[in-house]
């Protein structure tokens, strides 16, 4: 099947939109929402970190508690998830693909690159979405969006390369970091073509999480120090678990009144909230050629979102 971007009958055989629609100011709000709190998420780490947790646990123990809580609000709101082989199979690869692989590759290089390193990579997705999206039928190629590919990806490099150059630079957790966008993208295209017919947002969430938490525990368990040795941090997980409920309760929502290539416009809102945090809230340095970098990405996103009149 093939489809623009604006096209609205575009779906797939459970009637989910494949691609981006007029968001509307619903879509809009979830956006900036959503983006906002995965900018935040990588701030709180790096506090939670520093403070004494390890970050594959405090990853588990969030993915785990934020699953229960959207499960509650599922159940309770009448939105029970389906416990389907198919159900079960999209929960584990959703959270393989948009929580355990992109979340521990954040979580553990927070500590080595900086929480506005970690933030800058959600730049990445809505270029890389639409990438994926072209050779499954989902977008046409036109050449505005490729030119926006091309200085997204030129961003990427150049932001890449300045912190590469760093004295005694972590070459192998930047080049991890800006590989996690490739699973976040997966992601978006992988929901939007297998969602499930007749799920709601608040149904399909929990799954993801719970899935995600499950696989990743074992490598929790058995990195040692399920919880951390200092009695303060603790309270950091109250507060990473509301923000992954918040998080990921929107981001299914959007995904359902957008499609995947608007919902990975969370990430350039993510990028830049989290790198303001990072810079003027935890004093972190700013990341070298981050303007041009910056402008750069922007500039692709832009392009690549833009639409046809």
């Not at 709000?29 to 709190?37: I, N, P, R, S, Y």
């Not at 947790?53 to 993915?63: A, K, N, Y």
């Not at 295209?189 to 969430?205: D, K, N, Q, V």
């Not at 608007?262 to 303001?276: C, D, K």
Request: proline share 7%; with cysteine; net charge positive.
């Amino acid at each position: 099947m093939s489809a623009t971007a604006s096209s609205p009958t575009a779906s797939s055989a459970t009637g989910q939109p494949l691609v981006s629609q007029q968001g509307g100011p619903a879509a809009l709000f979830c956006l900036l929402a959503v983006g906002l709190l995965l900018g935040l998420t990588a701030n709180l780490v790096k506090l939670a970190v520093g403070a004494g947790w390890q970050p594959l646990p405090l990853l588990f123990w969030s993915t785990a508690l934020a699953g229960l809580v959207l499960l509650l609000a599922a159940m309770a709101t009448g939105q029970r998830p389906g416990f389907s082989a198919r159900h079960l199979a999209y929960y584990l690869i959703c959270g393989f693909l948009s929580i355990a692989a992109p979340n521990a590759i954040g979580f553990s290089a927070v500590r080595h690159v900086g929480a506005a390193f970690v933030a800058l990579s959600l730049a990445f997705p809505p270029l890389l979405t639409y990438l994926l999206a072209l050779p499954l039928g989902l977008e046409r190629f036109r050449l505005t969006r490729a030119i926006g590919v091309v200085a997204g990806l030129g961003g990427a490099l150049l932001l890449a390369l300045s912190k590469a150059g760093e004295p005694s630079a972590p070459l192998f957790w930047i080049a991890l970091t800006l590989a996690s966008p490739l699973f976040i993208a997966g992601g978006n295209i992988y929901r939007t073509l297998h969602w499930p017919e007749g799920a709601t947002p608040l149904s399909l969430a929990p799954g993801m999480l719970l899935g995600g938490a499950l696989l990743l525990a074992p490598f929790s368990f058995a990195s040692g120090d399920l919880l951390p040795a200092t009695e303060g941090a603790v309270y950091f997980l109250p507060a990473q678990v509301f923000v992954f409920s918040a998080t990921y309760a929107l981001y299914f929502i959007l995904q359902k009144l957008a499609g995947p290539v608007y919902l990975s416009q969370i990430g350039t809102v993510g990028a830049l909230a989290g790198a303001a945090i990072a810079t003027f809230a935890l004093g972190e340095a700013p990341v070298p050629m981050i303007v041009p970098a910056a402008i750069a990405i922007l500039a692709g996103v832009v392009l690549v979102n833009r639409r046809r009149r």
